[in-house]
């Protein structure tokens, strides 16, 4: 993210005591609340993005070497999926993913514990699908439907499979390693906005340059 930073502008703060007194020197600091979106049309887009699946633990820089050559892109990853927290947002590493079981479940015995039941796909004697794979239900799940070759009445009961904790974080894990990625021949397009939209406009009192702006009435303490 480093290469995204350097992009954003400052912002120049007087310092005050605890007491709200000015003590006449400035602070300098990133103005994170200029933060960059990708266009709207180009998100809306999707000839401008590409499908990826992220690998092992690959890491957004990782993933912007492959892709774009240069790992420095690594902020372009993460717009491109509006991922603002890579703690909660992106893939974990092993290590990590098994940190997070033991701390949310307790024990490696309740990270196997049942989490809930799933069915399985059910047809009838056609082969039409009468239940179909996946739906979360109860362990006594019971359905009763018409089977016209029988010509009668079919009750199925527990037809149903248990899915455990660890399971259940797996596919939620999985879910993340399918992210989209701007095009690399439109790659020039997004640093071009960033270009456009990060540097401070004139007219604002606060203005001193593209990059700093000064805000001398900001009270840090109430």
Same mark, same amino acid.
């Given at each position: 993210?480093?290469?995204? &930073?350097?992009?954003?502008?400052?912002?120049?703060? %007087?310092?005050? *005591?605890?007491?709200?007194?000015?003590?006449?020197?400035?602070? %300098?600091? !990133?103005?994170?609340?200029?933060?960059?979106?990708?266009?709207?049309?180009? @998100? !809306?887009?999707?000839?401008?993005?590409?499908?990826?699946?992220?690998?092992?633990?690959?890491?957004?820089?990782? /993933?912007?070497?492959? /892709?774009?050559?240069?790992?420095?892109?690594?902020?372009?990853?993460?717009?491109?999926?509006?991922?603002?927290?890579?703690?909660?947002?992106?893939?974990?590493?092993?290590?990590?993913?098994?940190? &997070?079981?033991?701390? +949310?479940?307790?024990?490696?015995?309740?990270?196997?514990?049942?989490?809930?039941?799933? *069915?399985?796909? @059910?047809?009838?004697?056609?082969?039409?699908?009468? /239940?179909? +794979?996946?739906? #979360?239900?109860? !362990?006594?799940? #019971?359905?009763?439907?018409?089977?016209? !070759?029988?010509?009668?009445? %079919?009750?199925?009961?527990?037809? /149903?499979?248990?899915?455990?904790?660890? *399971?259940?974080?797996?596919?939620?894990?999985?879910? +993340?390693?399918?992210?989209?990625?701007?095009?690399?021949?439109?790659?020039? @397009?997004?640093?071009?906005?960033?270009?456009?939209?990060?540097?401070?406009?004139?007219?604002?009192?606060?203005?001193?340059?593209?990059? $700093?702006?000064?805000?001398?009435?900001?009270? $840090?303490?109430?």
């Amino acid at each position: 993210m480093a290469s995204y &930073f350097r992009q954003v502008p400052e912002f120049e703060y %007087v310092n005050r *005591t605890s007491d709200g007194k000015n003590i006449g020197d400035f602070t %300098v600091v !990133k103005n994170l609340f200029k933060r960059v979106k990708i266009r709207e049309d180009i @998100l !809306k887009n999707l000839a401008y993005f590409t499908r990826y699946q992220i690998e092992g633990d690959d890491r957004p820089d990782n /993933v912007a070497f492959k /892709v774009y050559g240069d790992e420095t892109f690594d902020w372009v990853v993460l717009l491109s999926n509006n991922i603002t927290n890579v703690q909660t947002e992106w893939t974990l590493t092993q290590q990590a993913f098994n940190d &997070f079981l033991i701390k +949310k479940y307790g024990s490696i015995e309740k990270v196997n514990n049942i989490h809930h039941y799933e *069915t399985r796909e @059910l047809k009838n004697d056609s082969g039409e699908i009468v /239940v179909p +794979k996946g739906l #979360k239900v109860q !362990k006594n799940f #019971k359905i009763e439907y018409f089977d016209e !070759k029988r010509d009668a009445y %079919v009750i199925r009961v527990n037809e /149903v499979d248990a899915v455990t904790n660890y *399971t259940y974080e797996v596919r939620k894990e999985e879910l +993340k390693r399918n992210i989209y990625l701007i095009k690399p021949e439109y790659l020039e @397009l997004i640093i071009e906005d960033i270009n456009r939209i990060m540097p401070y406009k004139k007219g604002s009192t606060q203005y001193v340059s593209r990059t $700093l702006k000064r805000g001398e009435d900001i009270k $840090l303490f109430d």
